[in-house]
């Protein structure tokens, strides 16, 4: 899972990730300054590999992907934005992939509040299909996606023959990917091609040292709460990308709304991750930290 190089040195390896590592079923995180208000909930759930499969839409184009085990896990993403200038705005993603290497299989996009959309997923070996649901005006804005009576289907290709890239990962996975693959000071950056919205990005994942973190936190589990409050040295790890495929194409890196200087902080010792911090284009530099942790059940 390195990458020799810069970052751009379009290669990677096979990723060797293990679910078992993470101790969380859901976080979540509360990021705020002088413009903006935001909330972050994250959970990671698995299910029957037969039973999703059955729920996902079939692509037009591509061979569609398949779970290579009996299980498929789920990691939903749930925002609510509140700019000091303009309406709230509430987001939801949820993937669906397979955890050996955070292949990305399918998923669900919606937004409301400003330009509602539906929008599905479903990935391929050659590329990415979607179907987007949109409302024609503010009148069927009010009425139920499934009324709304703007649709498009698009279909994104990769390029392998260009890139050689033996999988695809989704960008919201990358939470996933920090606490669930062996990432410390010693070891090599971690390399992976992520889809974001239209495109491809190149994403390295580089261990920058222990950094002083003051953390306050609940930790919620089957026999305890507890209030944690107090300074911690965090694994500072640093993600570098670059996007891939055509230049006509200028849409820009996103991880939960941060485009630049983008770091996670992990705990070394849990795999916790204590928060995000990064710059967002209409908020300035932001941190989002961690507010609540739920421990996974034993045998999860």
């Known amino acids: 899972i390195a990458l ?4 751009g040195a379009q290669s990677v390896s ?40 059955k729920s996902l839409i079939q692509s037009p184009k591509g061979r569609s992907l398949q779970a290579s085990g009996s299980r498929i896990h789920s990691l939903t993403v749930e925002t609510a934005i509140d700019p000091i200038f303009r309406s709230p705005v509430k987001l939801s993603n949820e993937i669906w992939f397979d955890s050996r290497a955070a292949v990305a299989l399918g998923g669900v996009r919606t937004r409301r509040g400003e330009d509602d959309f539906d929008r599905v997923y479903r990935f391929t070996r050659e590329g990415v299909y979607r179907l987007q649901r949109e409302p024609a005006g503010h009148q069927e804005a009010s009425l139920a996606s499934e009324q709304w009576s703007r649709v498009r289907e698009t279909f994104y290709p990769y390029g392998f023959a260009q890139l050689e890239c033996p ?11 920090v606490s669930s693959a062996v990432v410390s000071q010693a070891a090599e950056p971690l ?6 919205k239209r495109r491809l990005h190149h994403v390295r994942l580089r261990a920058a040292g222990l950094t002083p973190l003051e953390v306050d936190y609940l930790e919620k589990s089957q026999s305890h709460q507890i209030q944690k409050k107090h300074t911690v040295d965090a694994l500072r790890i ?3 990308t670059q996007p891939l495929g055509s ?29 995000v911090s990064g710059t967002i284009p209409s908020a300035g530099e932001v941190s989002l930290k961690l507010r609540e942790v739920k421990l996974r059940r034993r045998g999860d």
């Open 4 to 7: 020799a190089g810069p970052i």
């Open 14 to 53: 096979r990723l060797e990730l293990d679910a078992g590592r993470i101790p969380w079923s859901e976080l979540s995180f509360q990021a705020q300054n002088l413009f903006v208000t935001a909330f972050n909930k994250v959970r990671l759930s698995s299910f029957p590999a037969a039973e999703i499969e």
């Open 167 to 177: 999988y695809v990962s989704e960008v919201s996975l990358l939470i996933y990917v």
């Open 191 to 196: 390399s992976l091609y992520v889809f974001g």
């Open 238 to 240: 640093a993600l570098e």
């Open 247 to 275: 230049d006509d194409d200028n849409e820009r890196f996103s991880f939960f709304g941060f485009q630049k200087d983008i770091c996670f902080y992990l705990d070394p010792t849990t795999r916790i991750p204590f928060g």
